[in-house]
């Protein structure tokens, strides 16, 4: 084991003392495989293809098809390296997205029931560059982002996301994952003038798209998205968040929910992840229909978990107030990251109206900060 000094601090990860961290698919080979990953079998070649280009993309993502010359392992395999692109690759390391994700599938993946097994994690001292090796979830069923999820499928997120608040629910497993960063740290405070600097194009490409009461949230922002994420880290009711809970992120069996994606994670109030999923993954008139319900849905499962001292009414206004982070990140991803493609347009756009939709029906202005 080794100390990693991230931004967060010091956290404890596996380092891989054999060889030098895979760059590109090429670098993955069998050898490579037979010595740092745990498949049950030996693999004699491997076949990669790439996969998860698009929007919000800021790793190399590969499917790997796996033969074997001595017992067996899975046929294929998924493998998550660094960007090929610097810029991302920086980003990462600002704001260690990519340690993030290696702590969490080395520390806190095994505690939970809707993730996939990870058979290979490490990263570099310098936090840029990582290798994970993953089961493959291809054959379970994914839904468009830009379509927008059923209420089928909205009803199982809220049961898989109370599952998870509910293990590091204020306890000591949340503790022990002293790599986890808390919605208030040092470097997320940088969205506020971050937020500032990219405002007046946010005005100018969507400001005859929402409504002026919207509008006018989105420039009451600029001066309280700090107080925002000092209440979001200080609230007692602090668990793991992923914080980047989408439909895209999600692949869904007939039993379970499957959250993929863990570089965003936080220590934080379970809600935000509610409000990033029902302000960005539905459609404006299923959420105004089911928005009661799924909060309800929520917080029961929360209870049933054992889950003490949080009312109904409580989360339900954490939801409202989380809605403002969540509009935060809508407004500033919309201008300042590139959409790619069309679909990536498609998505900012529909993330732009979809989330300052619920800030106005979820009454959120209210709950901005002195």
């Known amino acids: 084991m080794r100390d990693c000094v991230g931004p967060w601090g010091k956290d404890t990860i596996e380092e891989e003392t054999m060889g030098k961290i895979p760059a590109a698919f090429e670098d993955i080979t069998a050898d490579w495989l037979n010595e740092?990953?745990?498949?049950g079998g030996t693999v004699a070649s491997v076949e990669l293809e790439r996969i998860g280009e698009g929007f919000g993309m800021i790793s190399l993502i590969g499917r790997a098809t796996l033969r074997y010359s001595d017992g067996t392992g899975p046929e294929t395999v998924v493998v998550k390296l660094s960007s090929p692109v610097p810029e991302l690759v920086a980003l990462a390391q600002m704001y260690g997205f990519y340690e993030r994700e290696v702590n969490f599938y080395t520390h806190a993946?095994?505690?939970l029931p809707n993730v996939a097994e990870c058979h290979h994690a490490e990263i570099d001292s310098s936090g840029a560059e990582c290798a994970l090796v993953l089961q493959d979830m291809g054959h379970l069923r994914m839904a468009d982002q830009v379509v927008g999820c059923t209420p089928d499928d909205a009803r199982a997120t809220m049961d898989a996301a109370a599952a998870l608040h509910t293990r590091f629910w204020q306890n000591d497993a949340l503790a022990s994952l002293t790599w986890l960063p808390a919605a208030d740290n040092p470097l997320y405070r940088e969205a506020e003038p971050q937020y500032q600097e990219h405002f007046p194009a946010f005005v100018e490409k969507y400001g005859d798209t929402i409504s002026p009461g919207a509008m006018r949230?989105?420039?009451d922002l600029r001066t309280r998205i700090v107080k925002l994420q000092i209440l979001a880290a200080t609230e007692e009711t602090q668990?793991?968040?992923?914080f980047d809970l989408r439909l895209d992120n999600l692949m869904f069996s007939p039993e379970q929910v499957y959250f993929l994606?863990?570089?965003l994670s936080v220590r934080a109030i379970g809600a935000?992840?509610?409000a990033y999923f029902i302000g960005w993954s539905m459609q404006n008139d299923l959420r105004r229909e089911l928005t009661e319900e799924l909060i309800a849905r929520y917080h029961a499962q929360l209870?049933?978990?054992?889950?003490?001292?949080?009312?109904l009414a409580e989360c339900?206004?954490?939801?409202?107030?989380?809605m403002l982070g969540v509009a935060m990140i809508a407004a500033y991803g919309a201008v300042a990251v590139p959409a790619t493609n069309e679909r990536g347009q498609q998505l900012l756009d529909a993330m732009v109206d979809r989330v300052f939709s619920a800030v106005d029906d979820l009454g959120s202005g209210e709950f901005l900060p002195d």
Request: aromatic share 6%; charged share 25%; hydrophobic share 40%.
């Open 261 to 263: 994606d863990w570089q």
């Open 316 to 322: 339900e206004d954490h939801v409202r107030r989380s």
């Open 217 to 219: 949230v989105a420039e």
């Open 109 to 111: 993946a095994s505690q």
């Open 239 to 242: 668990t793991l968040a992923h």
């Open 303 to 311: 209870l049933e978990a054992g889950v003490k001292g949080y009312s």
């Open 272 to 274: 935000v992840d509610v």
């Open 36 to 39: 740092h990953a745990s498949l």
